[in-house]
């Protein structure tokens, strides 16, 4: 299964690994992160214990993972999403 799975969690990655990484599948990884659950069920020593996979957003692993993700793609290019693309379609024609 990919690392990218909620079911099984989240491999956590290094700063290096996401630098390396494209940034449709950064962005694929956002997304995974992004829907893990807010909170858990567990006590708070089980969660020391939980390194990887990254299942719930209150967890430090969590929270690291996405500040380094997010400070990868800072340093990205900006992709335009779908409406943007769109725009400059429409630009682009009326130009013409």
Not at 45 to 50: G, H, T
Request: charged residues 30%.
């Amino acid at each position: 299964m990919s690392d990218l799975s909620s079911a099984h969690g989240i491999a956590a990655k290094t700063l290096a690994e996401l630098e390396a990484m494209h940034t449709g599948t950064l962005m694929s990884r956002r997304q995974a992160l992004l829907k893990c659950a807010a909170t858990s069920t567990i006590t708070m020593q089980d969660k020391a214990s939980l390194f990887t996979p990254i299942r719930f957003k209150d967890t430090q692993v969590w929270k690291n993972a996405y500040r380094d993700l997010k400070s990868v793609l800072d340093k990205r290019e900006h992709l335009p999403n779908k409406q943007e693309r769109k725009a400059q379609r429409q630009q682009r024609a009326k130009s013409r």
